[in-house]
């Protein structure tokens, strides 16, 4: 389990993924609280930097798929991942807080970063868990979740994660498994920056289960990765 840096009281109910952003005020602790430690360089406790120093020996992905409280759950079931970071892709601003994220702020996509055993479970793997963990088909929003910065993109690293990215979504568009075209945009992540440390491990923190949002909208989507994937899921989550 990843080490909290921020702690903060959450809303017992919500609708989306945004209704956790701070509240638009100038005079807001919260905000002031949030905003002053993502300038401190604190979001998330590390530089993307950082946290590839250590996993020295693993390789990485980064996918954005709506909420990235969903994605980072589902793929941290999976044998062979290492552990995954919540942050955000695909920008061009320095140093994005949720704050300016979640509105809509920036060009940044709520993301995640997978390490991963190249030896136990490869990047096409990935790609099949991450069309299964959201929706591609849907434009610039997930579910109650609307705007850029919830839209469906893979972030290739190397010319072949970006090969096998466009390979698998031909396939996909070819193989009629959805009712409509992907939507998946292919896009240079720039540089991924950690979200603040209090969406690390959100859908496992003891405090959340009965959330409204984890409850109908992320524990749903973990179900059908864990239910497809059940023959590589670590054996804590196995049946």
């Avoid at 970071?85 to 995640?112: F, L, M």
């Amino acid at each position: 389990m990843k080490n909290l840096f921020l702690l903060l009281t959450f809303l017992v109910s919500m609708t989306s993924c945004d209704s956790q952003r701070p509240a638009n005020t100038t005079t807001s602790e919260t905000t002031a609280a949030a905003e002053t430690a993502s300038q401190a360089g604190l979001a998330g406790g590390m530089s993307i930097e950082e946290l590839d120093a250590k996993y020295p020996d693993a390789k990485k992905a980064y996918f954005a798929g709506g909420c990235f409280w969903c994605t980072e759950a589902s793929f941290d079931r999976i044998q062979g991942v290492e552990d995954v970071w919540s942050g955000y892709a695909g920008g061009r601003s320095d140093n994005p807080t949720y704050e300016e994220v979640s509105y809509g702020r920036t060009d940044y996509a709520e993301a995640i970063v997978v390490y991963y055993d190249p030896e136990v479970i490869d990047y096409d793997k990935l790609l099949d868990i991450f069309f299964v963990a959201h929706d591609p088909t849907q434009v610039n929003r997930q579910g109650p979740d609307v705007g850029k910065q919830y839209r469906s993109s893979i972030f290739p690293i190397n010319d072949e994660q970006r090969q096998q990215a466009e390979a698998k979504i031909e396939q996909l568009n070819a193989s009629g498994k959805f009712d409509e075209e992907i939507a998946t945009t292919i896009e240079d992540p720039g540089t991924f920056y950690v979200a603040e440390a209090y969406h690390q491990d959100y859908y496992e923190d003891p405090s959340n289960p009965n959330q409204s949002y984890v409850q109908n909208v992320s524990r749903p989507k973990v179900e059908k990765v864990m239910k497809e994937f059940s023959e590589i899921l670590k054996p804590e989550y196995q049946q």
